[in-house]
């Protein structure tokens, strides 16, 4: 990483640049516009590194040469974007082109033809060198995205982790330097942070996030991301120790001790990684009105969770057997009362209903056990 100094200012260039082309109505999003907004003047160099086009969103002068859509105009000859796009075809190696970076967007200061011919030719990505303006606008937006820089950065990532709420970088970073005691203890060497994190992201916080976000599980959190949730499992079941409100049953999946769960999960390929989900048995015991009681049987028959129906003589009047998949953060009474709520006690002639869940269940052989 390097931090352009005060010495060395590319923006005396630029804005010669920008003054050249700031009267043209066709321009694409304005690179002026997004600096002076985002206050992003600090530059840090990030190397080389392919950027996929759809993240490039504008340009940095050059705009009489190109529409905001960074085709040539058709008075402009496009003989030397043929060229390019025919050397590519013809596998030629393609110096990167150079692009100013804020946030998450991408504006390109060089390399226009060989952006349009990457996007000619149906590619997704293309080599750049980059020059990160930090914003330094003060939003909450921005602070969050300056801490998960400042994370990535320390840790050697290629990208941030996608947390929406301040402040919790840091349980990231006991995370890697747990590891690396880990790593050190074991191997009888240092250990460096970058090292300890690289090995951390692919052995832990990777199993762990692909388990969450193959589970679906952030549909039941709007406005979280799969990091929000990975962070607030990891933290609860390796670092703070501490009973969830919600969770019942994950220690079988995600040990409390964090090298443990790398271990299971070094037992499986990441298309075979267990899911987090469990299924629950419950039985549903209902009154119901005499006049309706054909009627909510077949209801009852008709749900996809009901694998049983019956109905018996005494104080109850029918027997629902049910099955439900619910996510290692759910708890059981939370997802059978939504069930209930929204789909039998909804229906005319219930009464009233009452739910058993098992506990030490057993099955015989079907074969060998008949009524």
Request: charged letters at 30%.
């Amino acid at each position: 990483m390097v931090i352009i100094s005060s010495k060395y200012n590319p923006f005396r260039l630029l804005k010669k640049v920008l003054h050249r082309g700031e009267n043209d109505p066709d321009r694409s999003t304005s690179f002026n516009d997004r600096q002076e907004q985002e206050e992003a003047y600090e530059a840090i160099e990030r190397g080389t590194l392919l950027v996929p086009l759809e993240r490039i969103v504008g340009s940095v002068g050059r705009y009489h040469d190109f529409d905001k859509q960074f085709r040539t105009h058709p008075a402009k000859s496009d003989e030397r974007l043929q060229a390019i796009i025919e050397a590519m075809r013809a596998g030629k190696v393609m110096p990167p082109i150079a692009l100013y970076q804020i946030k998450e967007d991408y504006f390109i200061l060089d390399g226009h033809h060989r952006f349009q011919a990457a996007r000619e030719l149906g590619h997704s990505e293309i080599r750049s060198r980059i020059l990160e303006l930090l914003p330094s606008r003060d939003t909450l937006e921005n602070k969050l995205y300056i801490e998960k820089t400042l994370f990535r950065d320390q840790a050697g990532l290629g990208r941030p982790l996608e947390l929406s709420e301040l402040g919790q970088t840091g349980h990231l970073t006991w995370q890697v330097e747990q590891h690396r005691d880990f790593l050190s203890q074991q191997s009888g060497e240092e250990v460096s942070f970058k090292q300890a994190a690289a090995d951390w992201y692919v052995t832990i916080y990777r199993p762990l996030a692909t388990l969450i976000d193959s589970s679906g599980l952030v549909r039941s959190f709007p406005g979280r991301t799969v990091d929000d949730l990975f962070l607030y499992i990891s933290v609860h079941q390796w670092e703070k120790g501490k009973k969830r409100k919600y969770g019942i049953g994950i220690d079988k999946l995600i040990p409390t001790d964090m090298e443990a769960f790398r271990e299971k999960m070094a037992q499986h390929q990441e298309q075979g990684y267990p899911e987090m989900k469990r299924e629950i048995t419950v039985f549903i015991l209902l009154n119901v009105e005499g006049k309706y009681e054909q009627q909510i049987f077949d209801k009852l028959l008709a749900l996809n969770e009901v694998r049983e129906v019956h109905t018996v003589h005494g104080a109850i009047d029918m027997i629902a057997k049910i099955t439900l998949m619910r996510d290692l953060l759910s708890s059981d009474a939370e997802l059978l009362s939504h069930f209930i709520q929204t789909t039998i006690r909804q229906w005319k002639g219930v009464v009233s209903t009452q739910t058993l869940i098992p506990g030490m269940s057993r099955i015989k052989d079907q074969d060998r056990c008949h009524l």
